[in-house]
């Protein structure tokens, strides 16, 4: 048996013991130790983590989503990955988040509005005796009717609005949630949803700092509800930058909730991007292209972002350029599926 550590952001430890050939989440979660986790096949990337001291290697048959050049610089999986030797871990989280545990709930729909050229925003209604919370930005799995095949959906509300819940979903063509909205659901039709999930939340400890917000397509979703929390909390509102896009004009949605949020909030700037056929008063290009260097003059800025894996990879990159420091940059990517 090895000893792991798990090193929480506010500096609280937990240790226990895992046996070979065992994954640390399975360990850490026999041992009462509440931490993130969603899929449990490495493919999700909600425990990861970075190895401090020690050794720590895949499971024999698992696999990941880290690269090689992410699985080098000390990133892991817990939930593929095993300890070699004593071991030490650092999250980037406090020790309390892990404690709003998933769970499985009934919903009726309430109602379901098309958005743009492909976009619905989905409410729905948590059924009596029914009752979840979650950190804005975090992810619910919603069960299709009839076909039972799971699809993960960011909430855009907020705890405050709970027993209600409102989604903002991207329709693709063939795709089974796509057709079940577009063909057969109707008001008062009973959804299971499962969670609260992922690593990508909100971080109270850099509630202060500048914000900046990218987002493509329904990847707004979880930033409406980081930015309405930011609004709904005490005291000072920090600064916040909203870069949205998407491929055209026809495809916006949600524009006038932005511009209601800009009313509310004196210190949010949203800018309107779109890479073809921009229109006045948009930013001809993506959310990317749309930072520069006068927008990153704190250095304890944040950076959340959300939509497609090139435009995070994009502003990741970006960010760093202009002097946001790696670890107060979060993203949640989400892959569009059949």
């Known amino acids: 048996m090895h000893k792991v550590t798990l090193n929480f952001s506010d500096s609280v430890t937990k240790e226990f013991q895992v046996q070979p050939h065992t994954s640390i989440l399975d360990a ?28 720590a290697s895949t499971l024999n048959g698992k696999s990941s989503t880290l690269l090689s050049s992410e699985y080098n610089l000390g990133n892991r999986l817990l939930c593929v ?23 499985e709930v009934k919903a009726f729909i309430n109602s379901i509005e098309h958005l743009g050229a492909n976009a619905v925003r989905l409410k729905v209604e948590l059924a009596e005796g029914y009752y979840l919370q979650f950190r804005p930005g975090q992810f619910m799995q919603i069960t299709i009717p009839g076909v039972g095949v799971l699809r993960s959906y960011s909430p855009s509300s907020t705890n405050k609005s709970i027993p ?30 499962s969670g609260p999930y992922g690593s990508f939340f909100l971080r109270e400890e850099h509630k202060r700092a500048k914000h900046i917000f990218i987002a493509g397509g329904t990847g707004l979703a979880p930033i409406l509800s980081i930015i309405d929390t930011l609004r709904n909390g005490n005291g000072v509102k920090p600064k916040m930058l909203l870069n949205f896009g998407c491929a055209t004009p026809e495809a916006l949605f949600c524009l006038d909730d932005i511009a209601l949020r800009s009313q509310w909030l004196p210190t949010l700037e949203a800018r ?27 250095p304890n800025t944040v950076a959340y972002l959300c939509g497609p894996q090139p435009m995070i990879n994009a502003a990741t990159t970006r960010l760093l350029e202009l002097g946001v420091k790696p670890e107060n940059i979060f993203a949640e990517q989400f892959v569009a599926s059949n």
């Open 28 to 55: 850490a979660l026999e041992n009462d130790i509440p931490l993130l986790y969603q899929c449990r096949s490495g493919s999700c990337s909600s425990c990861i983590c970075t190895l401090k001291d020690g050794q």
């Open 81 to 103: 990955s095993k300890a070699d030797a004593d071991c030490s871990f650092d999250l980037d989280y406090s020790s309390d988040i892990g404690a709003i545990s998933a769970q």
């Open 164 to 193: 209600e819940l409102e989604f903002l979903i991207r329709l693709i063509p063939g795709g089974q949630m796509s057709t079940y909205l577009t063909e057969h659901a109707k008001v008062d039709d009973v959804l299971t949803l």
């Open 272 to 298: 309107i991007c779109v890479d073809r056929e921009a229109q006045e008063g948009h930013h001809a290009g993506s959310p990317v292209s749309a930072l520069s260097e006068a927008d990153i003059t704190d």
